[in-house]
């Protein structure tokens, strides 16, 4: 069964950070692309960052600088280090994991990440 699990989510003050994690089992990680992206409330959910199979990284524009997408394929665990937060990155966070050349995708079900003073 595949299972993806997000954690890290929470109540962080503006300009602070939080380092979401994405734990997978199931899959062979090694074999998937990994993303993040979030949904905040009444909007679309979008592409955060991505991560491919052999380490190419993508950044939406609002994360460039910002946020650092990494994997760690012994621990089949992919990771978002999130600093300087603003109030509109304040969404639900996923986790996607993508099977290389296939269109095959699994979802987490989502860590809240809430940017308020």
């Known amino acids: 069964q595949v299972q993806l699990v997000e954690s890290g989510g929470g109540l962080v003050q503006p300009g602070g950070s939080l380092r979401l994690s994405c734990a997978t089992s199931?899959?062979?990680?090694?074999?998937?692309?990994m993303g993040w992206y979030r949904q905040a409330p009444g909007k679309q959910r979008e592409l955060v960052a991505y991560?491919?199979?052999?380490?190419?990284?993508n950044y939406a524009d609002s994360a460039k600088g910002r946020f650092t997408i990494s994997r760690d394929n012994a621990k089949n665990t992919v990771y978002l280090q999130m600093n300087s937060l603003k109030p509109e990155d304040t969404a639900v966070y996923y986790c996607?994991?993508?099977?290389?050349?296939?269109?095959?995708?699994?979802w987490g079900k989502g860590t809240l990440v809430t940017v308020s003073s």
């Open positions: 199931g899959i062979t990680f090694t074999s998937y692309n």
């Open positions: 991560i491919s199979t052999s380490g190419s990284i």
């Open positions: 996607k994991a993508s099977l290389f050349g296939y269109t095959i995708d699994y």
